[in-house]
């Protein structure tokens, strides 16, 4: 990942982002995860200021399992909410930072290049990177100017 973004300290962000940050980690405790165990919270942050939280929930038929990012972006979007600032990630690891699926990364860009903000269970430091940056080749139909 180290081409794709740059490892910051979690104390070195602004104060909203931080707050992002934590409202992910929140949002982490109410995964649904009986079968992995592997818990995901994410949180959007809309261009009004508002902040989405979404977490995974699983199901015994696995295709049909939500990841967290998608969860946050549906609940956004079912509440009239288009433009989006920025999401924030966070797992249940502590040594390692873990990026969104290539079906998440997909659903992110189709909202724009927002910058993401991967951070380990423990907030010592965080990955900063965009929607571009992790699906530079992403496929669309229409630009963002037209939706």
């Keep these: ?17 931080q707050e992002l940050i934590k409202a992910g980690v929140d949002a982490r405790t109410y995964s649904y995860s009986p079968y992995s165990k592997f818990k995901v919270g994410a949180a959007l942050r809309c261009e009004d200021g ?27 979007v079912s509440d009239g909410k288009r433009k989006f600032v920025a999401l924030a990630v966070i ?6 930072f873990v990026s969104p699926c290539g079906e998440c ?18 907030l010592g430091t965080v990955f900063e990177t965009s929607a571009a940056n992790m699906l530079p080749l992403a496929f669309a139909i229409l630009n963002n100017s037209e939706k």
Excluded: H, W
């Excluded at 990942?1 to 982002?17: C, N, Q, R, T």
């Design 1 to 17: 990942m180290s081409g794709a973004g740059k490892v910051v300290e979690f104390d070195s962000l602004a104060g909203d982002i």
């Design 105 to 122: 990364r997909q659903f992110i860009i189709e909202f724009g290049d927002i910058p993401i903000y991967l951070a380990k269970t423990s």
């Design 91 to 96: 797992a249940d690891l502590d040594d390692t």
């Design 50 to 76: 508002t902040i989405c939280k979404g977490c995974n929930v699983e199901n015994t038929a696995y295709p049909v399992s939500i990841c967290a990012e998608r969860t946050a972006i549906s609940k956004a």
